[in-house]
């Protein structure tokens, strides 16, 4: 019904900078927000970690560790929301997950979370 599509993850060096993107397509009725995760090396599922948020009215919140160096921003026109990360350190490597809180054609009085496949950032010299 909805797909989400991660692009951007890549191999920088300690200080470099990536641009993730998630396209959501699909049925959609109206997108609420849109949430990017991070999983680290070695962790689970369960434990993925929220990286950055943005609700369809602009409004984000970021983890504390990436406050600063990180910039969440979206198109609702394009279903797409960015992640401009800088600064980044090797802590930041992880496999990138998108979430979206949508409401679809076919149920718009209920919303559903929907995952992408995620985008690999590695960050080491």
């Known amino acids: 019904q909805v797909q989400l599509v991660e692009s951007g993850g890549d191999l920088v060096q300690p200080g470099g900078s990536l641009r993730l993107s998630c396209a959501a397509s699909?049925?959609?009725?109206?997108?609420?927000?849109m949430t990017w995760y991070r999983q680290a090396p070695g962790n689970q599922r369960e434990q993925r970690e929220l990286v950055a948020n943005i609700t369809s009215r602009g409004w984000a919140n970021y983890a504390d560790s990436v406050k600063g160096r990180f910039t969440i921003s979206g198109d609702n026109a394009k279903s797409t929301v960015y992640l401009q990360m800088n600064s980044l350190k090797p802590e930041d490597t992880g496999v990138y997950y998108c979430?979206?809180?949508?409401?679809?054609?076919?149920?718009?009085?209920?919303?559903?979370?929907?995952w992408g496949q995620g985008t690999q950032v590695t960050v080491s010299s």
């Open positions: 699909g049925r959609i009725f109206r997108i609420n927000a």
């Open positions: 979430n979206a809180e949508v409401h679809t054609q076919q149920n718009p009085f209920v919303p559903y979370h929907y």
